[in-house]
């Protein structure tokens, strides 16, 4: 399964690509403040968040702070606009798939590592810091 991520030229989507080709995942990049997202763009990815707007919003940038817009008191249409006309509002990167996201980088980018690999190397780091030999104790 391709991974996508959306990003803005920045250290933490260069990060988590070279994370990402190390481990051999597929995925797509899109500079985001080249290739701007459409509203059904960002309608997909806030239907992946947990906290909606509070997910993806880089409250600390400069647009956000510029905009003072209270977010909590415009419509869903009215956000997406805002978005879309300011890309700059989106945290970076944002690593999605069909049923995950991940907003930035961090050790969550795991989650990407298909679980079969995941319990490989849980399996490999248990094997090297156990005494008696893992054989042992689960055989």
């Not at 996201?101 to 399996?123: H, M």
Request: contains cysteine.
């Amino acid at each position: 399964m391709t991974i996508t991520i959306y990003g803005a030229n920045c250290s933490s989507s260069r990060k988590a690509m070279k994370w990402l080709d190390k481990k051999n995942i597929q995925h797509t990049y899109r500079d985001i403040s080249k290739q701007p997202l459409s509203k059904s763009e960002i309608s997909h990815i806030l239907s992946l968040t947990e906290n909606g707007t509070e997910d993806i919003l880089s409250v600390n940038s400069n647009i956000y702070k510029q905009l003072n817009l209270d977010f909590n008191a415009i419509s869903f249409n009215e956000l997406l606009s805002e978005i879309e006309k300011h890309q700059g509002l989106l945290k970076t990167p944002l690593l999605f798939n069909d049923h995950k996201l991940q907003v930035g980088f961090n050790d969550s980018i795991r989650q990407f590592i298909p679980k079969e690999e995941r319990e490989k190397s849980l399996l490999s780091s248990l094997k090297m810091n156990l005494n008696p030999p893992i054989e042992e104790v689960l055989f």
